[in-house]
């Protein structure tokens, strides 16, 4: 399958700190990649959905001044986490999608970055 | 209702026994499904696609029920290496593809 990289896998920091997250589509050109939240224990939470070019579009309930999406490229799509706070220790896990609008819908994952913050 | 809905489990099953997870959808614009297994505190990774003629890859077969709106995925002679969470995965043909996770069944495979 595709090859879905992440960075960094794990970060522990301050609180009011800032964290950025970047996922890569190694071998393929992504024009989707999604960006999840999962708790321990707890299923995949969907936090928004980016287009190469265009503006992340956020699910309800995910403040898109907290969590800044950019994908610039077919192949990078960056999370940053604004001022994160202990509540938003998390498991943050991207996925990306090909260019195929037939079939080849399936998403392929990064690895996954462990937030802790202190 | 939820989108996506399957049994959470746990199921709990001896080495060699056959399980079998159901999971149903809710709409019927539903386009592609697929099955995905996330182990713990690991990504999610595609298990394998599931097509109403069927599909089999070794030990796992996954089935597609259109009319019913169900999708099943069957494990034969379980290994201990099978212990995961396995997750419903459905994409909805309108709408940008949109994708939808089912909440996942655990599996605990013993000796």
């Known amino acids: 399958g595709a090859v879905v990289s992440q960075h960094p896998s794990w970060v522990i920091c301050k609180s009011g700190t800032s964290v950025k997250i970047e996922c890569r589509s190694l071998?393929?050109?992504?024009?989707?990649m999604f960006w999840y939240r999962q708790f321990p224990k707890q299923s995949l939470m969907l936090m928004a959905t980016?287009?190469?070019?265009?503006?992340?579009?956020?699910e309800q309930g995910v403040e898109k001044d907290k969590f800044l999406i950019n994908h610039a490229s077919l192949t990078l799509s960056t999370l940053t986490v604004t001022s994160a706070h202990p509540e938003d220790s998390s498991f943050y896990i991207c996925?990306?999608?090909?260019?195929?609008?037939?079939?080849?819908?399936?998403?392929?994952f990064g690895p996954g970055t462990r937030l802790t913050v202190l | 209702r939820k989108e996506v809905e399957q049994d959470p489990g746990p199921f709990n099953v001896p080495e060699g026994a056959t399980v079998a997870f159901n999971c149903t959808y809710s709409?019927?614009?539903?386009?592609?499904f697929f099955w995905y297994r996330q182990d713990c505190r690991k990504e999610p990774k595609l298990l394998m696609s599931?097509?109403?003629s069927g599909n089999e890859d070794g030990r796992f077969t996954a089935q597609l029920n259109r009319a019913s709106q169900y999708i099943s995925l069957l494990i034969r002679d379980s290994k201990l290496s099978d212990s995961a969470t396995y997750l419903c995965?459905?994409?909805?043909?309108?709408?940008?593809?949109?994708?939808?996770f089912g909440a996942g069944t655990r599996l605990f495979v013993k000796a």
């Open positions: 071998d393929f050109q992504a024009t989707t």
């Open positions: 980016s287009n190469e070019g265009s503006k992340a579009t956020y």
């Open positions: 995965v459905v994409i909805l043909g309108t709408g940008g593809f949109k994708t939808i």
């Open positions: 599931v097509y109403s």
């Open positions: 709409n019927s614009a539903s386009q592609s």
């Open positions: 996925s990306a999608r090909g260019t195929s609008s037939v079939g080849g819908h399936e998403q392929f």
